[in-house]
């Protein structure tokens, strides 16, 4: 299974991806969790990533896509992937497909998560009062939504157009939408 998983930010896709892996035994492949880890870890990338982070808008698609390819060639990613957070913008999603043509291995599904603005501030503000991450932030929330809106609405076109895409309902309890995700692949094979 290759997997990606769409959705605004804060739509559940980094939780719904990890209670998918075991079942779909493939790995989760978040390029948010591995940017957060170079920022921590204080590498090149992670130097150039965090101001752009910090602020809600998009760390540059050369830097991304050099992760993914990678993280990819790994050998856990031999068998399928769940990949969130990545295509963000119409740019990640061609050199995504080439990619995936270079190696033979094209997506299996597109699935996206669709919640409403005002229920993703309201799980954003959850979340920057427990874990200060600062792109939860109640002001950058409101920015990532939009470039959100700009830049990676879009993305879910592209895939529709190619007859890949599936939209799931993301608000409800967390067993539901796995359900609901779970249910869209079965129909997409
Ligand atoms: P991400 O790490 O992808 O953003 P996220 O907010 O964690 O989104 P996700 O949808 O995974 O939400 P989650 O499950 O955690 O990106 C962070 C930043 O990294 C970007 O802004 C950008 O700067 C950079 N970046 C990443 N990828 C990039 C790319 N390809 N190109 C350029 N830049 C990139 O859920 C959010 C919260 O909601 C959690 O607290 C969760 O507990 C809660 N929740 C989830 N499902 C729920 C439900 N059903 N009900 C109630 N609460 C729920």
């Known amino acids: ?106 997506l299996s599904a597109v699935v996206k998560l669709d919640v409403p603005n005002e229920t993703i501030i309201g799980r954003c503000e959850i979340r920057f009062a427990a874990e200060h991450r600062k792109d939860d932030n109640p002001e950058v929330v409101r920015d990532r939504l939009k470039v959100y809106a700009e830049q990676t609405a879009p993305v879910a076109d592209f895939y529709a157009q190619r007859g890949k895409l599936q939209v799931v309902d993301g608000v409800g309890a967390l067993d539901e939408v796995t359900a609901r995700v779970k249910r869209a692949l079965a129909a997409a094979a």
């Open 1 to 106: 299974m290759r997997l990606v998983l769409l959705g605004a930010p804060g739509s559940g896709k980094g939780t719904q991806a990890a209670r998918l892996k075991s079942d779909l035994g493939v790995p989760h492949i978040s390029t948010g969790d591995m940017l957060r880890a170079a920022v921590k870890a204080g590498t090149p990338v992670g130097l150039k990533a965090k101001a752009v982070m910090d602020a809600g808008k998009l760390v540059s698609d050369d830097i991304l896509l050099a992760m993914l390819e990678e993280r990819l060639a790994q050998a856990d990613a031999k068998a399928g992937f769940i990949l969130d957070g990545y295509p963000r913008n119409l740019a990640q999603a061609a050199a995504l497909d080439d990619l995936l043509a270079r190696i033979g291995k094209p």
